[in-house]
Protein backbone atom coordinates (compact mmCIF):
# COMPACT_ATOMS: atom_id res chain seq x y z
CA UNK A 1 0.00 0.00 0.00
CA UNK A 2 1.39 3.19 -0.58
CA UNK A 3 0.97 6.49 1.18
CA UNK A 4 -2.25 7.56 -0.10
CA UNK A 5 -3.71 4.15 0.62
CA UNK A 6 -3.76 2.89 -2.48
CA UNK A 7 -2.97 -0.96 -3.71
CA UNK A 8 -0.41 -1.14 -5.80
CA UNK A 9 -0.55 -1.91 -9.61
CA UNK A 10 2.30 -3.40 -12.06
CA UNK A 11 1.24 -0.89 -14.88
CA UNK A 12 -1.15 1.60 -15.40
CA UNK A 13 -2.83 0.34 -18.64
CA UNK A 14 -6.23 -0.51 -19.72
CA UNK A 15 -6.63 -3.18 -21.83
CA UNK A 16 -9.93 -3.00 -24.49
CA UNK A 17 -12.59 -5.38 -23.25
CA UNK A 18 -14.12 -8.03 -25.46
CA UNK A 19 -14.70 -6.28 -28.82
CA UNK A 20 -13.28 -3.08 -27.62
CA UNK A 21 -17.13 -2.42 -25.79
CA UNK A 22 -17.81 -2.01 -22.07
CA UNK A 23 -21.28 -3.34 -20.72
CA UNK A 24 -22.57 -0.70 -18.15
CA UNK A 25 -26.26 -1.68 -17.81
CA UNK A 26 -29.68 -2.86 -19.88
CA UNK A 27 -32.76 -0.72 -21.48
CA UNK A 28 -35.28 -1.33 -18.75
CA UNK A 29 -38.08 0.26 -20.77
CA UNK A 30 -39.38 3.82 -22.26
CA UNK A 31 -39.69 6.93 -20.37
CA UNK A 32 -42.07 9.27 -21.04
CA UNK A 33 -43.76 10.23 -24.54
CA UNK A 34 -40.99 11.59 -26.14
CA UNK A 35 -38.63 8.44 -26.59
CA UNK A 36 -36.71 8.60 -23.78
CA UNK A 37 -35.23 5.37 -22.24
CA UNK A 38 -35.03 3.75 -18.66
CA UNK A 39 -31.02 2.47 -18.51
CA UNK A 40 -30.77 0.40 -15.06
CA UNK A 41 -26.18 0.76 -14.59
CA UNK A 42 -24.80 -2.65 -13.78
CA UNK A 43 -22.98 -0.36 -11.56
CA UNK A 44 -25.32 2.60 -9.56
CA UNK A 45 -22.22 4.82 -8.57
CA UNK A 46 -20.84 5.12 -11.91
CA UNK A 47 -20.19 8.49 -13.12
CA UNK A 48 -19.33 6.94 -17.41
CA UNK A 49 -22.92 7.98 -18.80
CA UNK A 50 -21.64 11.51 -17.49
CA UNK A 51 -18.46 11.35 -19.84
CA UNK A 52 -19.22 9.62 -22.97
CA UNK A 53 -21.24 10.91 -25.68
CA UNK A 54 -22.50 7.44 -27.27
CA UNK A 55 -23.57 4.22 -26.39
CA UNK A 56 -23.87 1.12 -28.13
CA UNK A 57 -26.95 -1.03 -27.83
CA UNK A 58 -27.29 -4.42 -28.66
CA UNK A 59 -29.75 -7.77 -28.34
CA UNK A 60 -29.11 -10.94 -28.89
CA UNK A 61 -27.43 -12.36 -31.75
CA UNK A 62 -27.44 -8.64 -33.33
CA UNK A 63 -24.31 -6.56 -33.60
CA UNK A 64 -24.06 -3.67 -31.56
CA UNK A 65 -25.96 -0.79 -32.72
CA UNK A 66 -24.37 3.11 -32.41
CA UNK A 67 -26.21 5.67 -30.86
CA UNK A 68 -25.80 9.42 -29.92
CA UNK A 69 -26.41 10.20 -26.44
CA UNK A 70 -28.17 13.58 -26.32
CA UNK A 71 -29.13 13.36 -22.76
CA UNK A 72 -29.16 11.64 -19.26
CA UNK A 73 -30.45 12.44 -16.32
CA UNK A 74 -30.81 10.37 -12.74
CA UNK A 75 -34.29 8.87 -11.76
CA UNK A 76 -33.02 7.52 -9.00
CA UNK A 77 -30.33 5.95 -7.14
CA UNK A 78 -30.50 2.42 -9.83
CA UNK A 79 -32.22 4.10 -12.84
CA UNK A 80 -30.92 6.67 -15.75
CA UNK A 81 -33.62 8.37 -17.70
CA UNK A 82 -31.42 8.84 -21.41
CA UNK A 83 -32.26 10.08 -24.33
CA UNK A 84 -30.73 8.72 -28.09
CA UNK A 85 -30.32 10.62 -31.70
CA UNK A 86 -33.10 8.16 -33.82
CA UNK A 87 -34.97 7.40 -30.83
CA UNK A 88 -38.16 9.84 -30.83
CA UNK A 89 -40.99 8.02 -29.73
CA UNK A 90 -42.24 5.48 -26.96
CA UNK A 91 -42.88 3.13 -29.38
CA UNK A 92 -39.08 3.07 -30.92
CA UNK A 93 -38.24 3.05 -26.97
CA UNK A 94 -39.94 0.63 -26.06
CA UNK A 95 -38.38 -1.64 -29.08
CA UNK A 96 -35.27 -1.44 -27.34
CA UNK A 97 -36.33 -3.01 -23.78
CA UNK A 98 -33.77 -5.47 -22.86
CA UNK A 99 -30.97 -4.44 -25.00
CA UNK A 100 -27.86 -4.54 -23.57
CA UNK A 101 -25.74 -0.91 -23.14
CA UNK A 102 -21.89 -0.43 -23.68
CA UNK A 103 -19.53 1.92 -24.06
CA UNK A 104 -16.27 2.01 -26.13
CA UNK A 105 -13.54 0.92 -23.33
CA UNK A 106 -11.28 3.59 -24.84
CA UNK A 107 -13.55 6.54 -24.02
CA UNK A 108 -13.94 5.52 -20.33
CA UNK A 109 -13.17 8.10 -18.15
CA UNK A 110 -9.80 8.33 -16.71
CA UNK A 111 -8.79 6.32 -13.38
CA UNK A 112 -6.80 7.65 -10.54
CA UNK A 113 -3.68 5.74 -9.64
CA UNK A 114 -4.74 2.15 -8.16
CA UNK A 115 -8.10 2.11 -9.11
CA UNK A 116 -9.27 -0.13 -11.62
CA UNK A 117 -12.07 -1.31 -14.09
CA UNK A 118 -14.71 -4.65 -12.91
CA UNK A 119 -14.12 -5.73 -16.51
CA UNK A 120 -10.24 -5.61 -16.14
CA UNK A 121 -10.26 -7.91 -13.28
CA UNK A 122 -12.61 -10.12 -14.94
CA UNK A 123 -10.42 -13.40 -16.47
CA UNK A 124 -7.27 -12.86 -14.00
CA UNK A 125 -5.68 -15.93 -11.96
CA UNK A 126 -5.40 -14.85 -8.48
CA UNK A 127 -2.29 -16.42 -6.61
CA UNK A 128 -0.46 -15.94 -3.52
CA UNK A 129 2.88 -14.78 -3.49
CA UNK A 130 3.95 -17.93 -2.88
CA UNK A 131 2.78 -18.71 -6.05
CA UNK A 132 -0.27 -20.89 -5.25
CA UNK A 133 -2.81 -21.17 -7.79
CA UNK A 134 -6.26 -19.53 -6.18
CA UNK A 135 -8.48 -19.55 -9.17
CA UNK A 136 -9.78 -16.70 -12.02
CA UNK A 137 -12.19 -14.04 -11.32
CA UNK A 138 -15.03 -14.30 -12.72
CA UNK A 139 -17.19 -10.97 -10.97
CA UNK A 140 -16.46 -8.36 -9.06
CA UNK A 141 -19.34 -6.68 -6.95
CA UNK A 142 -19.44 -3.68 -4.21
CA UNK A 143 -20.01 -4.44 -0.56
CA UNK A 144 -20.78 -0.61 0.64
CA UNK A 145 -17.33 -1.17 1.82
CA UNK A 146 -15.00 -2.11 -0.52
CA UNK A 147 -15.07 -3.86 -3.64
CA UNK A 148 -14.80 -8.02 -3.99
CA UNK A 149 -13.13 -10.28 -6.25
CA UNK A 150 -15.68 -13.78 -6.66
CA UNK A 151 -12.79 -15.95 -7.39
CA UNK A 152 -13.82 -18.94 -8.59
CA UNK A 153 -11.94 -22.69 -9.07
CA UNK A 154 -13.72 -26.10 -10.16
CA UNK A 155 -16.44 -25.92 -7.09
CA UNK A 156 -14.87 -23.63 -5.28
CA UNK A 157 -15.60 -19.80 -4.50
CA UNK A 158 -13.35 -17.38 -2.82
CA UNK A 159 -14.55 -13.80 -2.20
CA UNK A 160 -11.54 -11.36 -2.21
CA UNK A 161 -11.82 -7.91 -0.74
CA UNK A 162 -10.16 -5.82 -2.80
CA UNK A 163 -8.38 -3.75 -0.40
CA UNK A 164 -4.56 -2.83 -0.04
CA UNK A 165 -4.10 -5.35 2.98
CA UNK A 166 -4.97 -8.21 0.29
CA UNK A 167 -3.86 -7.09 -2.73
CA UNK A 168 -0.34 -7.21 -3.63
CA UNK A 169 -0.59 -6.24 -7.25
CA UNK A 170 -2.76 -6.02 -10.26
CA UNK A 171 -1.04 -6.60 -13.40
CA UNK A 172 -3.75 -6.32 -16.13
CA UNK A 173 -1.49 -7.19 -19.21
CA UNK A 174 -0.24 -10.67 -17.78
CA UNK A 175 -3.71 -10.98 -16.07
CA UNK A 176 -2.73 -11.31 -13.04
CA UNK A 177 -3.50 -10.59 -9.62
CA UNK A 178 -1.48 -11.05 -6.47
CA UNK A 179 -3.16 -11.01 -3.05
CA UNK A 180 -1.70 -12.10 0.54
CA UNK A 181 -3.35 -14.67 2.09
CA UNK A 182 -4.77 -13.54 5.36
CA UNK A 183 -5.22 -16.26 7.84
CA UNK A 184 -9.27 -17.51 7.18
CA UNK A 185 -9.01 -15.55 3.98
CA UNK A 186 -8.84 -18.70 1.94
CA UNK A 187 -10.87 -21.18 4.04
Same mark, same amino acid.
Given at each position: ?? =?????????????? =?????????????????????????? &????????????????? =???????????? +??????????????? $? @????? @????????????????? @?? =?????????? $???? +??????????? %??? %???????? %?? +???????? $?????? !? &? +???????????? %??? !???????
Amino acid at each position: MD =AAGRFPTLNESNPA =APGGLVRIGYIAGAHGLKGALRLKPD &DADSSTLEAVRRLFLSR =AGAPPREYRLNA +VARLNRTTFRIALEG $I @ATPEA @ADALRGAIVSVAAAEMP @AL =AEGEFYYFQA $IGCV +VTTEAGARIGV %VEE %VFSNGAND %VL +VVREGGRE $ILIPAI !A &D +VINSLDFDRRRI %VIE !ALPGLLE
